[in-house]
């Protein structure tokens, strides 16, 4: 396993279209999460799961937004109705629970640009 | 709620050291990080520190923790061309530490 992998790398849409990106985890890794990069700014948290369950999720989660992993590997992560506001980076990490530590491995990001 | 800050340019010569800074409002994460990250990467995590220990070493890097102070920096020692990148410190906004905040990034710019 080479790491976090997230497909499609760059996503150009019109606004008011909906995408959805797909997240791989790092196999066995029991933790998933979901993070927003815009530009000169740090990763924002949105979402994360433990196995198939979405535990937490942040403010900055619209109910535009919808994330999902069904099977407890593979995530999903949907936009629907896209505005302009929501062009960014989207980052995608894992991490397996080894007590306090969590150690979270990131994928390259799904760049997406509402036109 | 808590809040990370970083200064946001480090310019250094090739072999000189680097010390990136980095402060916190709050200081409930159990473990704070820095991650590095290139053009077109994904963030790379390079260490991490437990918030009881006040120095950690890990071959080039030095890693300092003033818990007082909330004060966190990154020293990379005999700084390489290759070593230019944005680099951020991240804190748990929790303890279960589910969910990171970062500073908005340090760019390091090398010049040989």
């Known amino acids: 396993d080479t790491g976090v992998s997230q497909d499609p790398r760059h996503k150009i849409t019109k606004r008011g279209q909906n995408v959805t990106f797909r997240c791989d985890p790092i196999s066995e890794h029991n933790r998933l999460y979901w993070y927003r990069q815009t530009l000169g700014q740090g990763p924002e948290f949105l979402t994360y799961f433990q196995n198939e369950a979405q535990l937490e999720k942040s403010r900055l989660l619209s109910d535009r937004f919808s994330a999902e992993r069904p099977k407890g590997s593979f995530s999903t992560l949907e936009i629907q109705r896209t505005e302009q506001g929501d062009s960014a980076m989207y980052l995608c990490?894992?991490?397996?629970?080894?007590?306090?530590?969590?150690?979270?491995?990131f994928g390259q990001g799904t760049r997406l640009t509402v036109v | 709620g808590e809040d990370v800050e970083q200064s946001l340019f480090l310019s250094v010569r090739e072999g000189d050291s680097s010390v990136i800074n980095c402060t916190y409002t709050d200081s409930s994460s159990t473990y704070l990080y820095w991650y590095k990250q290139e053009p077109g990467a994904g963030l790379q995590l390079l260490t991490y520190?437990?918030?009881?220990?006040d120095m950690k070493q890990d071959q080039r890097l030095t890693v300092l923790l003033n818990k007082k102070d909330k004060h966190l920096s990154l020293r990379i020692a005999d700084t390489q061309t290759g070593d230019s990148a944005i680099y951020f410190c991240?804190?748990?906004?929790?303890?279960?530490?589910?969910?990171?905040?970062f500073g908005k990034g340090t760019t390091l710019s090398v010049s040989s």
């Open positions: 520190i437990f918030s009881n220990m």
């Open positions: 990490a894992s991490s397996l629970v080894r007590g306090l530590n969590t150690e979270a491995f």
């Open positions: 991240a804190g748990a906004i929790n303890q279960a530490g589910t969910a990171l905040i």
